[in-house]
């Protein structure tokens, strides 16, 4: 199983949070079958996915442990000379559908319209100005090197799921963020790495830190709601479908590999679409009842 995880690190180069996780649902594995595993049947398996979510384990966490199994069952087979994989053919129960939580344009001009002054505060404001108009994943914005910007052209060269790379464009105010960080980025006093936003240490920034550092900004910004950088992500989304109603190009954009996982954003662009006609067309609108 180690050799499985450094194979998803290393070869297949998955974020340190989705190995993490394919670590936990393995161990979930492990502690069933112990070390049987040339035994399992597709029929252990379905017991197994069956008891799981008796225990409360949703959809969405059942179908990755069946993904991490898959892969895992699949690399036995190329590498070890495993005989079969009891893990195919096999669905996960079906996920509850929620839909991402977006910021109205508005919300996203009080977080974001301000003027900062001190270090942390304009590094800040580049940060989430490029998470929103590029609609960057955590883990994307935390690797973006020098390299990696075009502020001439407007662009920015991503890497993201399964080391795939993508060209996307980077927003007049996001280029103009980066632009005032990078004067400040040019005068710190110590050696700087490659990284657009490093640590201390010249490291990319955790996830952990990038989330209090938004935490903070929202609190000062006085949004009275909690965001995390995956909804800035969300709002680029859906604002851009809402604005373009072009689902491929926003496919693109985000580096999605399939379209139905950028479908999500139709309902939300569709809860927008609703809200505007209750409010104003005259068919829509309930009389009073007497």
């Not at 949703?58 to 005989?83: D, M, P, Q, V």
Request: proline share 4%; with cysteine.
């Amino acid at each position: 199983m180690s050799e499985y995880l450094t194979y998803l690190e290393k070869e297949r180069r998955l974020s340190p949070h989705t190995v993490k996780n394919y670590s936990r649902d393995l161990q979930l594995l492990n502690l069933e079958f112990s070390d049987c595993l040339a035994d399992i049947t597709t029929h252990d398996i379905r017991r197994l996915v069956a008891t799981l979510h008796a225990r409360g384990r949703g959809g969405k966490t059942l179908s990755r442990a069946l993904s991490a199994w898959r892969g895992y069952f699949n690399f036995l087979i190329e590498r070890k000379g495993h005989k079969h994989n009891p893990c195919l053919g096999i669905r996960a129960p079906k996920k509850d559908k929620r839909l991402p939580k977006a910021l109205s344009p508005d919300e996203i001009s009080q977080l974001l319209e301000t003027e900062e002054a001190d270090e942390k505060g304009i590094r800040d404001q580049a940060m989430f100005e490029l998470c929103y108009s590029s609609g960057l994943r955590l883990s994307e914005l935390a690797s973006v090197t020098m390299r990696d910007l075009d502020l001439v052209d407007g662009t920015i060269r991503v890497t993201g799921k399964g080391n795939k790379t993508r060209i996307v464009p980077v927003g007049k105010k996001a280029n103009a963020a980066i632009r005032r960080w990078i004067q400040v980025r040019k005068n710190l006093n110590k050696p700087i790495s490659n990284l657009l936003f490093p640590n201390k240490d010249n490291q990319p920034l955790s996830s952990r830190t990038i989330q209090h550092r938004l935490t903070q900004w929202t609190k000062k910004q006085g949004l009275g709601q909690n965001v995390h950088p995956h909804m800035l992500r969300h709002s680029f989304a859906s604002h851009l479908l809402q604005s373009s109603g072009d689902l491929r190009a926003v496919q693109e954009m985000l580096g999605h590999a399939s379209i139905s996982t950028t479908q999500v954003y139709t309902h939300l662009d569709w809860q927008h679409l609703a809200k505007i006609y209750d409010q104003s067309h005259p068919r829509a609108k309930r009389k009073n009842k007497s």
